[in-house]
């Protein structure tokens, strides 16, 4: 198990400071080198991801959460500005290390409380009829994207394995290959690897909970999380676990990477609230990307990020403040 410091960083921006982080971006458009949103570090790595998807557009005009009208996140930002450890804590590592991963061959195991339990290859995940979603997605470190997704509902996926009565959890895990993985061989690792996640069962098969393949049409960057990642729009961006090799139901409440790290920073639901703050920072705004010293882009944060119509029912008579 890596020593762990007393406070854990999962801001990146801990470790390169946002607003150096922002200054140097700036610098570089400044100086011409760059278009408004685009970050020269990541350029340099190989592209991964961006094969064509067929799938079914969203639909403007839909009323279940599954489109938000509003202005979606450039590309160069939603792909280059990434939470992935196990390629670094820097915010532009992900970008330039993810390409290590290898994600064909893939498989995911599906196991626990399933009355049918299997795997999924790759041609079996990319088999599944495909649909975007244009999410809002909001990190807990109160920066937020929107991002169109394309994917399944993971509901799809569990009902494939025949959950049974005794499933009341899911719990996921990422991929951990410590060879294509450099942060995961890092001095400053503070994750007992694998990443690993979980929700309750209702969450799970909620219909906006979705397994993604693709990103703007394509299939997924490595850095975003290629070939198989869940979005949970409602919840704060660490609960959306990327490279996902194992699915299992449990009976019992799984326990979690972030959680086991800070139990009182980063709670089981983390369901994006303004009224709860981090220890360490407000929640009641967020910085939506394209972000700069400028023009922070700031607005404030909504309740389960704007999805309460859809999700605040499966949470009645909970406390969010302790059921963080
Ligand atoms: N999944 C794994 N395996 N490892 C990670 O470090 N970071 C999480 C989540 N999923 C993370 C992960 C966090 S903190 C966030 S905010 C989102 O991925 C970021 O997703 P994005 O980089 O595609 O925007």
Request: aromatic share 12%.
């Amino acid at each position: 198990m890596p020593k762990r410091p007393s406070i854990p960083a999962i801001p990146g921006s801990e470790i390169t400071p946002e607003h150096v982080w922002l200054n140097r971006r700036q610098l570089m458009a400044a100086a011409g080198g760059l278009a408004a949103g685009g970050i020269g570090t990541a350029l340099a790595a190989p592209e991964t991801g961006g094969a064509a998807l067929s799938f079914e557009a969203a639909k403007a005009s839909d009323q279940r959460g599954f489109h938000t009208a509003e202005d979606k996140t450039p590309y160069e930002d939603a792909t280059s500005y990434c939470n992935f450890y196990e390629f670094g804590t820097d915010k532009s590592d992900p970008a330039r290390h993810a390409h290590e991963m290898t994600v064909d061959p893939w498989r995911v195991e599906v196991s626990g409380e399933v009355a049918n339990p299997g795997h999924l290859n790759l041609e079996d995940i990319m088999g599944f009829d495909l649909e975007e979603r244009v999410y809002r997605f909001r990190c807990v470190e109160a920066w937020s994207m929107v991002v169109p997704w394309i994917g399944f509902p993971l509901s799809t996926l569990l009902a494939r394995f025949e959950p049974t009565s005794k499933a009341r959890y899911v719990a996921f895990r990422t991929l951990y290959r410590k060879e294509e993985m450099r942060g995961t061989r890092s001095f400053s690792s503070i994750i007992d690897w694998p990443y690993r996640e979980g929700l309750r069962m209702d969450e799970a098969m909620h219909p906006l909970t979705l397994m993604s393949v693709g990103m703007y049409g394509k299939t997924l960057p490595n850095q975003n999380g290629a070939p198989l990642r869940l979005v949970v729009p409602w919840k704060y961006g660490f609960k959306s676990i990327k490279s996902i090799v194992s699915i299992e139901l449990t009976e019992r409440q799984p326990q979690t990477s972030w959680q086991e790290l800070a139990p009182h920073e980063y709670g089981f639901y983390a369901n994006v609230n303004p009224e709860v703050d981090h220890p360490r920072w407000s929640q009641k705004y967020e910085r939506r990307l394209p972000s700069t010293v400028f023009n922070p882009n700031r607005r404030k944060t909504k309740l389960f990020n704007g999805y309460s119509d859809q999700v605040a029912s499966l949470y009645t008579g909970m406390d969010l403040g302790k059921d963080y």
